[in-house]
């Protein structure tokens, strides 16, 4: 059955079982239909980017930029949503692994925190931790004790 033969609940439920499944190359071909039917509707767009960064397709950098210039319509720099926080958080914490630049450690760090203090959820707490931790490394390999001590401190007060 062709995606234009579902109504928008069966895409999504079908979307949602492709993602359950990791295949999100078809989850994305499902949440693109979902997109031209809700255009802005938060949720379709927070499971599209999800699919399009998990996909890796055509290559993981792009996936992750691709998912990232969507994202931007939920305004995450601004926004109070934990689950679009989480997935900005995510993306560039991927993008940090692939390239380590130190604004994409800082804006995924910046990102959990915010969405640790609106949702209070392990998910986000952990890997709020996780990058603080990834930031103190850094601070030691620049030299920067002082910072690293900071962030290594808040990573451990997080897991508690």
Same mark, same amino acid.
């Given at each position: 059955?062709? %995606? /234009?033969?579902l109504? /928008?609940?069966? $895409?999504?439920e079908?979307a ?8 999100f ?5 499902? $949440? ?9 509707d938060s ?18 950098v /792009? ?5 990232l ?5 939920? =305004? ?11 997935l900005? @958080?995510?993306?560039? =914490?991927?993008?940090?692994?692939? +390239?380590? =630049? %130190?604004?994409?450690?800082?804006? @995924? ?5 915010? @969405?640790f !203090? ?8 952990? +890997?709020? !931790?996780?990058? $603080?931790?990834?930031r !103190? ?5 620049? @030299? ?11 990573? $451990?007060?997080?897991?508690?």
């Amino acid at each position: 059955m062709a %995606p /234009t033969d579902l109504d /928008t609940k069966q $895409l999504l439920e079908q979307a949602q079982k492709r993602i359950n499944d990791s295949d999100f190359a078809s989850a994305r071909v499902l $949440l693109d239909e979902a997109r031209k039917r809700r255009p802005t509707d938060s949720f379709v767009i927070q499971r599209l980017a999800l699919s399009i960064y998990k996909s890796k397709q055509p290559d993981p950098v /792009t996936a992750l930029n691709d998912a990232l210039e969507l994202l931007r319509v939920l =305004k995450p720099e601004t926004c109070n949503n934990p689950e679009t926080l989480g997935l900005y @958080g995510a993306i560039h =914490k991927r993008l940090w692994e692939i +390239n380590p =630049k %130190p604004q994409l450690l800082d804006i @995924g760090i910046t990102a959990y925190a915010r @969405g640790f !203090a609106l949702k209070q959820d392990h998910y986000t707490g952990i +890997n709020f !931790a996780f990058l $603080l931790d990834l930031r !103190a490394r850094e601070h030691l390999k620049a @030299g920067m004790r002082d910072d690293a001590i900071t962030d290594h401190t808040l990573a $451990l007060r997080m897991r508690k």
